[in-house]
Structure formats: C-alpha cells, structure tokens
Nanobody, 119 residues
Framework: QVQLVESGGDSVQAGGSLKLSCRVS??????WGWWRQAPGKGRELVSR???????TYADSVKGRFTTSQDNAKNLFYLQMNNLKIEDTAVYYC???????????????WGQGTQVTVFS
C-alpha cells in the first residue's frame, strides 16, 4: 500500500520556523516535491528534488525554505525559516513514481498538513 504521511504542520508567529516531514512507503520514487494551497487559491509548487538531487524553489520561498531527503529512512523534509503570513496554507508532499527506467511525475500526494503563520 502506497502511503505518504506528512507531519510538522503547526501555528507559528511570523519570523518563526517549522520543519515538515513526509514519510514515503510502498513505492519506488524518482522525484520529491512540496506543494501548498492557500485559502481561495490554487495549488502551487513550493520546492522539488529531482533524481539527480537538484533542487528548485518557488521565488517566494527562495532563501527561506530548504528541502532535503533521507533516503535511508524514506523521508524528505521542508525546512521553513523566516515564515511570513502569506506562507499560511495546507502543504502537501508529492512523489514521482519510478517504474523501471521510467519516471512518472507527481503520481502520489500526501494528505496535507496545515501551516498557519500569525502576526
């Protein structure tokens, strides 16, 4: 059974930090991402790690957020520093599924974890 289980969401004052985790089980992966959805808005890509380890970030979080992974533990993370009120959203982890030599983009999503930043 494929599972992506997020944790780490919380309420935090602006300027504070949170670290989200996503534990993956039940499939082989070739890419890892974090998305978010703020109230009344569509989902947006926050960060991504490719199979080669290259990372990308949304302009709005560059310099503040860092994504990383621990393959041995099937975990990947989103460290969020200097949080702003506009970072308030439900955060989702996603993975790309590996099938042999093929990599299928964003095939599985976590259930989401709420991050609320207050002033």
């Amino acid at each position: 059974q494929v599972q992506l289980v997020e944790s780490g969401g919380d309420s935090v004052q602006a300027g504070g930090s949170l670290k989200l985790s996503c534990r993956v089980s039940g499939l082989s992966t070739c890419g890892w991402g974090w998305w978010r959805q703020a109230p009344g808005k569509g989902r947006e890509l926050v960060s991504r790690i490719g199979l080669d380890g290259a990372t990308t970030y949304a302009d709005s979080v560059k310099g503040r957020f860092t994504t990383s992974q621990d393959n041995a533990k099937n975990l990947f993370y989103l460290q969020m520093n200097n949080l702003k009120i506009e970072d308030t959203a439900v955060y989702y982890c996603t993975v790309d599924r590996r099938d042999g030599d093929n990599c299928y983009y964003r095939t599985h999503w976590g259930q989401g974890t709420q991050v609320t930043v207050f002033s």
